[in-house]
């Protein structure tokens, strides 16, 4: 097993050296450059050399990318030119309220979306199995930005009872209270898609093992019905249901773009659109770094769960 | 208090999983009795989850203003600054040598107490206000005035690498600073600059703490220092930025105790925020909802016209609008009143030249917008020998003071489509469009939207108006304008340092680029804001800048 995850960790590195590479190619192909985003108006091509010329993009692309590269092998992410901060700090800083509320969507995603799609199984084509169903294609066909401004709306605006916006109170606060109210709104518009998705999938996951002729055993054996659905039923479905939850893992933190703005939440994705939409290449690729780190760990994890799970991944894999 | 609900909670969730996972068949009449019990325990979860975040309607602390800004900041450094969006807060932390009078776009004396120019216009004397010191306990003297602008100009400067700073070309024309005494320095300019005096009361022409420049280096933009109202005291990224009175205020102490800037990039958010009372004031509210505002009881709308222009770039150089009747019709045919009332809701008035009427001192009053006449502009399109050739039209997706730029482009491809011309749009992002427009429209595209914010009338003509401004020379005349009056007028306009003359040629420069049309002039944006009625002595400014010195919040 650890010579596995060994292996895994080992593969992150040329996944990412090829994204920097993309990031970086694509970046310097869209047209603009930071100069024009930082002068606006006033992006006169002498004022844009000059100011390139500062920034030390007048270098060849290949140049400017094995300098980024050198630098961020020794620890150095480099500067932002739109922040005027060192990057590293910023995506750091970014990234843990992006995880936070990622983290907080990703469980309600599948704490919820499990339950939802055990007990829709459970009860096939009974009022709750419909409701679920309904519930589900609405969530999944809803867009959440449109969700997510109707429930500021309501729970903000209209009833007061939530705030609007932010991760902590603008004047006080700042205790775990404080950021748990903000969270409940963005947290929950995050999750709505991926809540459905997971429900689905476990719906139909879990039918398919319910039919299978060690359940009627365990049944027959006089098991406790609950027993049967979560230790026998919810254990073989979780196999092919815990990938799909990885990916909305993946999912939840590429939402986060669009959540974060709605819900002012300062975490990474707002960062990178303000990033991309000022041409700040070493930010995006700072922050690209970091998703996408996150994103293959998480996968990764998925993996490993799912070797825990099912005896015969293990012998297959040999570890 | 807090935990007699969760535990609640915790119970009824139990409750309600067992409940649902008594499975297998059983009597009818028990399920659905289960079901209801099921439904009732997570609608009690659901209220109990509630209550324990219920709070107080939400209201912001006295004497604190919260202020809904519409991005993150990017730089505390003034002259590192280049968005209205910064410039917002710096007015607040920062003086310069001089400032506009409040509510109008005359410069008044600020860290300068007075100043002299010499005859040939390029000798600018300033005599400094004496015991201001800067929120780091230094103090303001002549050495701070030149350690800024040489900090700014001047590549061998030790500090020069704390930028870099894009707007430094608004003092390319200053040749040196001499430090006359503790309190007096002079600019020798390198040829006479009338806007100098206006650029300095600009952002960029703010005065640093040269103290906590060299002690913070390349992040004094984070940890910026002045001589302002308000002294810095936090920034967190993404959330707010934090100022507090400065009690030793050489222009009287604000009474404000703090303003904190809250930036909230999504204009619906930040409607919902200001309706939901937790921010104080908020600026660039969307069109849309200003009605709503109006309407709104505990609420105080502003509007105030700006120092702004928006207009349709025109190609001379290549295609149909080299003929000046062409041009004229473009401008006969876009129906500004409904542009104005129905894509920008009232928010910006029509505009009739290309200086801004707040320019008061230079404003052509005897000038009248083109009226809306599809007649007249057919008649002129036929005279021209139009054959319906495709015009491309550059639409950008949305820009600094672009205002509605896609229903702008939608609106004007209808009106002039009503008059028989074939106008086809390509939009773009707006760096993009940028890179698109400022090389100039070459071959590729007829017209293109653009507009500009500004500090002084010469910026604009200066800019985009002149020959030598054709991009090829490094100016923005992207649509090679060309008229040798213009270009003497404008360089007249420079030299003369007497305002009332000035304001004379500049009247006449926009009665000739009025009949020469090489713009469609479209509209003067009103800036607009709201505020909660517990803020008190709140005025927008002409110049879009936000001073808050002596804005008060009672309940």
């Not at chain 2, 919260?66 to 607040?92: C, Y």
């Not at chain 2, 650029?199 to 280096?217: E, Q, R």
């Not at chain 2, 009248?368 to 495709?390: F, H, V």
């Not at chain 2, 429209?441 to 020959?467: C, F, Q, S």
């Amino acid at each position: 097993m650890l010579t596995y995850i060994g292996y895994r960790l080992l593969a992150i590195t040329p996944v990412l050296l090829g994204l920097s590479l993309l990031v970086f190619l694509v970046m310097a192909l869209i047209p603009g450059d930071p100069a024009t985003a930082i002068l606006g108006n006033f992006a006169t091509p002498e004022n844009v050399a000059r100011l390139n010329q500062q920034l030390g993009l007048d270098k060849s692309l290949a140049e400017q990318y094995f300098i980024w590269l050198s630098h961020l092998v020794q620890g150095d992410w480099g500067r932002s030119y739109s922040l005027n901060r060192l990057v590293l700090d910023e995506v750091l800083e970014r990234f843990h309220a992006t995880l936070i509320l990622a983290g907080a969507a990703w469980l309600l995603c599948s704490v919820f979306g499990l339950l939802a799609g055990v007990i829709a199984a459970v009860r096939q084509y009974s009022w709750i199995d419909k409701i679920v169903t309904f519930v589900v294609l609405v969530g999944i066909s809803m867009p959440a930005f449109w969700l997510g401004l109707l429930l500021i709306m309501l729970f903000a605006v209209e009833w007061q009872w939530l705030p609007a916006s932010g991760m902590y109170a603008i004047y006080g606060g700042g205790d775990i209270r404080d950021l748990l109210t903000h969270l409940v709104l963005p947290a929950l518009t995050l999750s709505i898609v991926a809540m459905g998705v997971v429900a689905r999938l476990t719906r139909s996951a879990m039918l398919e093992v319910l039919r299978l002729d060690y359940i009627r055993t365990a049944r027959a054996k006089g098991l406790k019905e609950h027993r049967v659905v979560f230790r026998h039923a919810l254990k073989a479905a979780l196999v092919n249901i815990i990938p799909v939850m990885a990916i909305q893992a993946g999912f939840v933190l590429g939402g986060a773009v669009y959540i974060e703005t709605v819900f002012q939440w300062p975490g990474i994705g707002r960062m990178l659109v303000n990033a991309i939409a000022s041409r700040d290449i070493l930010l995006v690729q700072g922050g690209v770094l970091m998703v996408a780190t996150a994103y293959v760990l998480f996968n990764l994890c998925a993996d490993i769960a799912q070797h825990a799970l099912d005896p015969r991944l293990r012998l297959r894999n040999r570890i | 208090m807090v935990w007699i609900p969760t535990r609640l909670k915790a119970l009824y969730l139990m409750g309600a999983i067992r409940g649902t996972l008594q499975l297998r068949p059983r009597p009818r009449l028990r399920s659905r009795y289960s079901f209801l019990k099921i439904v009732c325990c997570w609608l009690l979860a659901v209220f109990c989850f509630f209550g324990f975040f219920h709070r107080a309607n939400a209201q912001t602390p006295e004497n604190i203003l919260i202020v809904g800004q519409i991005a993150e900041p990017k730089s505390m450094d003034p002259h590192a600054a280049t968005a209205l969006n910064d410039f917002r807060i710096l007015m607040n932390m920062y003086d310069g040598l001089v400032r506009y009078k409040p509510g109008t776009l005359e410069i008044e004396p600020a860290l300068a107490k007075a100043w002299t120019i010499s005859k040939d216009g390029k000798h600018y004397t300033f005599t400094l206000r004496q015991g201001v010191k800067f929120h780091d306990g230094t103090e303001f003297t002549a050495e701070a005035v030149k350690f800024n602008f040489e900090r700014m100009l001047n590549d061998t400067h030790p500090y020069h690498k704390t930028g870099p700073f894009p707007l430094a070309f608004f003092f390319s024309v200053v040749e040196s600073v001499i430090v006359k005494g503790r309190y007096s320095v002079e600019f020798v300019l390198k040829e006479p600059f009338a806007p100098f005096l206006s650029n300095l009361a600009y952002p960029t022409g703010l005065i640093v703490s040269p103290a906590a420049v060299k002690k913070h280096g390349k992040a004094f933009g984070r940890q910026p220092v002045g001589t302002g109202a308000f002294q810095f005291a936090e920034w967190q990224g993404n959330q707010k930025v934090v100022i507090t009175r400065n009690t030793a205020y050489w222009d009287s102490a604000p009474t404000l105790e703090a303003v904190i800037f809250r930036p909230i990039t999504d204009a619906n958010t930040r409607v919902a925020e200001m309706l939901a009372g937790g921010i104080d004031l908020m600026v660039e509210v969307p069109p849309d909802n200003l009605a709503m505002f109006e309407k709104a009881k505990d609420v105080t709308v502003y509007q105030q016209t700006g120092p702004h222009v928006w207009f349709l770039i025109l190609n001379m150089k290549h295609g149909p609008f080299k003929d000046k009747r062409m041009r004229q019709a473009v401008n006969y045919a876009i129906n500004k009143q409904a542009l104005v009332n129905n894509v920008l809701q009232g928010t910006a008035v029509i505009a009739a030249g290309p200086t801004p009427p707040v320019f008061t001192w230079a404003y052509n009053e005897s000038l009248q917008p083109y009226p809306y006449d599809p007649e007249k502009a057919r008649k002129l399109i036929k005279a021209a020998g139009y054959q319906g050739e495709k015009l491309t039209f550059y639409v950008t997706e949305g820009g600094s003071g672009m205002l509605e730029p896609v229903a702008m482009g939608t609106a004007i491809q209808a009106d002039l489509a009503k008059v028989g011309l074939k106008v086809v749009i390509e939009s773009y992002e707006w760096n993009t469009f940028l890179g698109k427009v400022n090389p100039g429209l070459g071959e590729k595209a007829d017209m293109a939207e653009m507009a500009w914010m500004i500090n002084d009338p010469d910026t604009l003509p200066y800019l985009a108006l002149r020959t030598a401004a054709w991009p090829d020379k490094g100016g923005f005349n992207s649509g090679y304008y060309t008229n040798p009056e213009v270009d003497a007028l404008l360089k007249a306009a420079r030299k003369t340092t007497d305002q009332a003359q000035r304001g004379q040629l500049y009247r006449k420069v926009q009665a000739i680029v009025h009949d020469d049309a090489p713009w469609a002039f479209i509209a003067h944006w009103q800036q607009n804001a709201v505020a909660h009625h517990s803020v008190k002595g709140f005025q927008l400014q002409p110049s879009f800048f936000l001073l808050l010195k002596d804005v008060q919040k009672q309940r």
